[in-house]
Structure formats: C-alpha cells, structure tokens
C-alpha cells in the first residue's frame, strides 16, 4: 500500500511545516509552539499535531546501525568490542559495550572451537533456572551471579559466525582470584580468606538450596570486588544437578579437584566445598609457604580439614564455623583494606 | 514555566509536619487533575529566564499503579527536598521540575497526567500532590510507561536542547514492562495527536535519548527479574536497580549530580550523603545501584575488569570429559 493511500486510510494529514504567508520552511518547534518566521516575521500557529512514524524509524535505524571492524550482533543486538581480557583455545572473552549511546557494559564470550557449544548451552540454561529459583534468598543472591544480556551465533570481528554469551559486566569486581594471587605472589593474608571464603560459602549454600552444584570453584571463577567486600561466582558452564557426571575439568587446576571427581564420580555439593578450600589454601600459600604468613592454626585447620574432604557441615553451617574461627584468630570481626593496585 | 526561587528551608517547612499525615490527606484527587490531562496539551515548557538562566529540565515520570504508590507519597512526605538540596549545594545550577503520572492506558482512567516545569518549592509540591494516585495497572506485567516517553519526546520544549543543545534528564520509577509499541489509538485517545501507525518502543527512546538522559529505577531487587532485561536492552546501564523505594530520591540525586560533573566519583557522592546526615547502610546500598552507571561515566571510583595475561600458547581451558 502507497504511503499517501494509508495516510487518508489514518486520516492524518502530514504536512511540511512552512509559513502559510510567505512559505518559508519553518522548525520542528512549530508544531508544539507559536513561532515567528524568519522571512516575513509573521506569528504562526499550528493547528492540529502530526506525527510520522518513519520519521522514528529512520532515527531507530541511525540510533542502533553501528557498522565497523569491531562491532559484534549477537542476539539481535551490536555490540562494539573494547578489549580482549582472557583466551584460550576455545573461547576469547572480550570486555564490550552496547552500540548504542545508551549503552551497557557488558563482557562477551565468543566460542573458537565449536565442539564446546554444549558447555556455553548448558550454562545459559543454569543461569535461567537459577534466576527463577524458589529457594530463600532468591532476590539477593541472583544479583551475584552472570547476568545474561544475550546468546547466540555472532558474527565476530573476523566475520566468522560464532556462538557467543553475552554477559552484563559486573561493575566493581575488577579482579578474579588469579588476579588477586597475581598481585600477592607469595600468598593472601588469612584475614582476607575469611571474608572471601565466608562470602563464596553463602553463595554456594544458596546455589545449593536451589538444587545446583557449580563444578567449578576455581580461582579464574571468583570474581573480587575488593572495596565492598563482596564476591561474585562465574564460570557456571560445567554447573548441574547432584547426581550428575562433571563434564569437563580445568587441566591446570586438576589439583583442585576432588579425587572422586576425577575417578569419573558423580557431582554433589560436597564437590564445591572442597575445590573451594583447595582455591582457598592454594591462595594463601603463594607460590610458597612462608613463615611470616602462617595461617592462624583454627582457620588453617578448618581449610584443611574442609579440603581433605573431611568436612560434614553444608555451606550455611560452615559459613559460621569460619566466622567462630576468624573471631578466634583475629577477634571481632573489622573491615582490613585489601589493595589490589 | 519555571519563575521564581528555590528555597530549601521553606521547602522543609511546607513539609515539617507532613510525616504523619495520611497520604489520603495529602493526595486528594479522585480523578485526573484538570491541569494535568495531557489531551491537547500542545508543549510543556521549559525556559530559561533572567533568575534561571541555566535552566535544567528534570522530569520526575511516577508510576502510579498499586504497586508503586509508596514513591509520590515519600516524595511528597520527606524526600523532595533532600533531592533539591543535593542538586543545588553540588552545583546543579536552576533545575526546574515537572511531575508526571504513569499509569496502564489498557485499563486505567488517568494513565497519564502531566504537570508543568517549575522551580519553586509551593509549585513543585503543587503538581507532585495534584497527581492522582489512581493504583490501578493491570495483572499483564505491562504499564504505559512508553506513552509517557512519547509524550516527552513530542510536547515538551526545553531551552537547555534549543539554545545549548543541553540534555534533560528524565527519572521514571516503575516494577514492569512497557508496552512494545506506542498505540496511536491511545495517543489520539489521551494526547489528541494524529499518528499514521503505532511506533515501537525502541524508537521512541531512540529518538527521546536525542533531548533527554532518560532513567528507569526499580524500586527493589525482588522486582528487578521481572522487568530488568527489557529495561536494560532499551536504556542499558542508566537502568538503576534499588534495594529499597526509599532511596528514590537520593539515587535520583546521584544520578544527576554524577553526569554533571557535581561530584568527581561515586565514593565523593557516598561522602556527601554521610554529611548529610543519611544513613550508612543506606549509603552503601545507594552506591552499590549507582555503580554500574558511575562506572559506565568512568566515575565508579574503581577499576575497570583487569584483563588476564595472554600468553599466546595457552592450552584449551577445557578438557572434556564426557561427549
């Protein structure tokens, strides 16, 4: 259908705004307001407002048709790529933002090898259940976990067609916990270690209430935000229900792994403990034990016996026994500045 | 619109005795205020003059539905003030504000009301305690939040854009969904504009965000699942998710203050609120939805993600297991 047809069809008159005395082209703000023309100085008021809608379609497509080398669309939406903060063989993890002057920060994963589309899949669909989860605590946990923005094949810089994840970038956790022992080679202060564990075991007690096991507690999956104290879980590809086998493992950090694991044994949330006072002990030692940062003897013993798999309490109870031993240790509870630049 | 002086303190004392009245007392209206109905309402006007001569338009867009009354009553009660007195003691030079009131145009009587630009205490309180809190909405998880858009985008004319190509700043508070198009029934019902087609959301903020840094603030996180994601792919991180409705106005504050270089990061911001008096708790749930917006200014007062090593060779990170 013609536009002029449809116009009479909507009966709306469009009209070019020009100056009914001299026809001169008058501005926009003449349709909202009385206006003098610039040519005959006449006063002139417009009598009924019309709008047209190509007018908004043509600023949407200038608003959001950014082209060039380093813009990515993934899930229909364009994404300008600003820095490449990990790699490996299968994925390259990019820091990007929202092609749009209303943009969004946001951290991209695009796949290199396509034989772990399965682990991207399996974590998009995790991060969904997680986000409609039924346990207490819903609204504030969900919060620190990997907020999705998109998933889908992506044509990336290169131009190759990529399945690719797009994450929202979590605003003050600058550093994972590979980082973090990147800045104190030879070891965290245990003082740290109480926060960091205590917060990793809240978030996992709810992980776990919801009927999930990570797989993955390891160092380049806790992210740190070092001002607030606070700690987010990432990585949540390998993630599934007790019961089931893991599907891939880390094979630089297989120490951290519970053996039984290894062996081909089956997930349960006594897995995300231990790997997670093995990142723990693995942090504080540094690349080695020193004597001027031996680790209090009760909180020492704890991560131990937590990571010799010895342990029996859930995350919630052990939440507190870490509290009742970092009092003993340190006495109450203060907040100790941990400086990462 | 937009004579006459700010004062804080006779601002403070028209509401002193306000804490414990009902917000029945204080929101009288049964129906859309008469000055309010934006049927043929040609342009809201924002201009500057020999008191203001910096005008800055602000737009406070209320949702107004059941779920959402507690904010205008806050506003109205307490927090308007405090919102001022951050603006104007940081700098923010000859803000001039106008009330609207969203509701649902599916269902509701008075989805949209709309009041004038002002920059005295007795006429921003006027129009603020003119709404009527209709508290109406729909079970649809969707309110008419893009007619208020719409209606900002085509009838207000600011002279903050004409003369100095200056956004305004739009604060939209709401738990749902917008509506994925502008109904041009609903315009030529509420508005009395001629529209050829309905226009889709996305293009209305596109063409807003020309004029305007618009704002939706989520009241607290047990709303955010249902409504952040939309709300993000529209304004991405000026999307502001609270942890409480109580903090509306002081993030609205920040938010201003923030993009107009009142404050040089977030944690002078977080400072500033300590001295006034606000509590740290609150503070500190202030800063934490701030973030992502003071970091998307570079403002956040931290760094940005580091970037791992790359060391070129590395091996796959995965070793697969099964399959």
């Known amino acids: 259908m013609r536009s002029a047809e449809r116009d009479t069809l909507t009966r709306v008159r469009l009209r070019v705004l020009v100056c009914p005395r001299c026809g001169a082209p008058l ?22 407002y019309a709008v047209k809608v190509a007018d908004y379609r043509r600023t949407l497509q200038d608003y959001v048709g950014a082209v060039g080398p380093d813009i990515i669309a993934v899930d229909q939406a364009r994404f300008r790529l600003l820095q490449r903060i990990a790699t490996g063989h299968s994925a390259d993890v990019w ?12 951290i991209i994963k695009i796949l290199r090898d396509p034989a772990d589309e399965p682990l991207l899949q399996n974590e998009q669909a995790v991060l969904a259940e997680l986000a409609n989860s039924s346990a207490k605590g819903t609204d504030f946990f969900a919060a620190f976990l990997p907020q999705r923005v998109g998933f889908g094949v992506g044509s990336g810089p290169s131009g190759a067609a990529r399945l690719s994840a797009v994450f929202r970038e979590p605003a003050g956790f600058s550093h994972t916990l590979s980082g973090v022992q990147r800045v104190y080679p030879d070891g965290i202060d245990a003082r740290h270690l109480v926060w960091i564990w205590r917060r990793a075991l809240e978030l996992l007690g709810w992980l776990h209430l919801s009927g ?69 002990l693995q942090a504080w030692a540094g690349n080695a034990l020193r004597a001027g940062n031996a680790i209090p003897s009760e909180l020492g013993q704890l991560l131990e016996r937590e990571a010799s798999g010895a342990g029996k309490l859930d995350a919630w109870a052990l939440s507190e026994e870490v509290s009742a031993a970092a009092k003993q240790c340190f006495g109450p509870p203060k907040f100790v500045a941990l400086r990462l630049s | 619109m937009g004579h006459g002086y700010y004062s804080h303190e006779a601002h403070e004392a028209m509401l002193k005795d306000r804490h414990d009245v009902p917000a029945e007392r204080l929101f009288k209206q049964v129906g859309c205020h008469a000055l309010m109905n934006p049927k043929g309402v040609r342009a ?27 904010i205008p009553k806050q506003l109205a009660q307490s927090e308007l003030p405090n919102f001022m007195k951050v603006l104007t003691d940081s700098g923010v030079q000859d803000p001039q504000l106008l009330f609207m009131a969203v509701g649902d145009a599916t269902c509701d009587d008075a989805s949209l009301q709309v009041g004038q630009f002002e920059s005295t ?42 003369k100095r190509q200056k956004r305004g700043y739009i604060i939209m508070t709401g738990d749902e969904l917008p509506y994925p198009a502008v109904s041009r029934h609903q315009v030529e019902a509420l508005i009395g504009d001629a529209v050829d087609e309905d226009i889709p959301t996305e293009a209305v903020v596109a063409a807003l965000q020309e004029k305007y840094e ?103 990170f995965w070793k697969r297991l099964l399959g």
């Open chain 1, 27 to 48: 501005p926009k703000r003449a349709a909202l307001v009385r206006v003098v023309c610039e040519y005959c100085k006449s006063e002139v008021t417009i009598e009924r």
């Open chain 1, 95 to 106: 820091r990007a933002e929202r092609a749009t002057r209303l943009s969004e920060r946001v």
């Open chain 1, 212 to 280: 999930f096991v990570h797989g993955a507690v390891l160092p380049e999956h806790l992210l740190i935000n070092a001002r607030d104290h606070a700690l987010r879980l990432v990585g949540f590809a390998c993630a599934g229900r007790p019961g089931a086998r893991l599907a891939a493992i880390s094979p630089k950090d297989q120490a951290l792994y519970p053996e039984s694991l290894l062996d081909g044994g089956a997930l349960s949330t006594h897995v995300d403990r231990i790997m997670l006072a093995r990142t723990l």
């Open chain 2, 44 to 70: 809201r006007e924002s201009r500057d003059s020999p008191d203001h001569p910096n005008s800055l338009p602000i737009v406070f867009a209320l949702d107004v539905t059941g779920s959402m009354g507690t």
């Open chain 2, 121 to 162: 205490a007795a006429l921003m309180d006027q129009w603020l305690t003119w709404s009527y809190l209709e508290g109406g909405g729909g079970g649809q998880n969707k309110e008419s939040y893009e007619l208020a858009l719409y209606f900002l985008n085509e009838h207000t004319d600011t002279d903050a854009w004409n």
């Open chain 2, 214 to 316: 618009p704002f939706f603030l989520i009241p607290d996180l047990a709303r955010r699942e249902r409504c952040e994601r939309r709300w993000r792919d529209l304004l991405g991180d000026h999307v502001i998710c609270l942890e409480s409705p109580a903090d509306t106005c002081w993030a609205a504050a920040g938010l201003i203050a923030l993009t107009e270089n009142a404050f040089a990061d977030l944690p002078a911001f977080a400072e500033r609120l300590v001295e006034l008096g606000v509590e740290r708790k609150r503070v500190a749930a202030l800063t934490r939805a701030l973030m992502p917006y003071a970091a998307s200014l570079g403002k956040a007062g931290v760094a940005a993600t580091a970037a791992e090593p790359h060391d070129g060779a590395k091996p796959s």
